[in-house]
């Protein structure tokens, strides 16, 4: 089982920036498509993004296109986040998972999330 340990969370005023990072033990983590997902109160957890285990393509829900990036460090086991032109609506906790990349479905644990709050 792959352990998963989300960071980077804090809070930062609209139009801000963050970087999370997810850092995963376990030898599988290099083969594994990986995902942020995002969860705000009084709503069920959603997709953000996704990076392909394979070709590193990536994906990514509307709502975030083209102000988040994800990306992997598979010689760190890391996986990241990159948000930028933060809005109030980001404010949630974010977690990591392996992935079924192509239908965005995660798969296996969860870590312990880490807490984004944009104030406006």
């Known amino acids: 089982q792959v352990q998963l340990v989300e960071s980077g969370g804090g809070l930062v005023q609209a139009g801000g920036s963050l970087r999370l990072s997810c850092a995963a033990s376990g030898r599988t983590f290099s083969t594994a498509s990986m995902g942020w997902f995002r969860q705000s109160p009084g709503k069920e957890r959603e997709f953000v993004a996704a990076i392909s285990r394979t070709t590193g393509s990536t994906s990514y829900a509307d709502s975030v296109q083209g102000r988040f990036t994800i990306s992997r460090d598979n010689a760190k086991n890391t996986v990241y986040l990159q948000m930028n032109s933060l809005k109030p609506e980001d404010t949630g906790v974010y977690y990591c998972?392996?992935?079924?990349?192509?239908?965005?479905?995660?798969?296996?644990?969860w870590g312990q999330g880490t807490q984004v709050t944009v104030s406006s």
């Open positions: 998972s392996r992935i079924i990349f192509n239908t965005r479905a995660p798969i296996g644990n």
